[in-house]
């Protein structure tokens, strides 16, 4: 059984990649607003703020992981 550290780390490396996963849709997206009309500008900014709430968000519980903030959400009992 894998200790509650172990778990934390688990879930740390998970959020992780997840941020990788965001960074690269921010790119895209950040990179489709050259030549984008006014109104596509608006729905990829719109894209934008979503995943840059997502990443912080992430960036958050990866902070709190690291503390003992969540640490009974890894206990057995």
Partial sequence: MATAAEKKRIVEDFLKRCNDYSDNKLRNYRASLTGADDEQDLAIQDRISHWVAYRAFNEHAI???KGSELDD?????
């Fill in 63 to 65: 902070m709190e992981l």
């Fill in 73 to 77: 959400w890894f206990d057995d009992d």
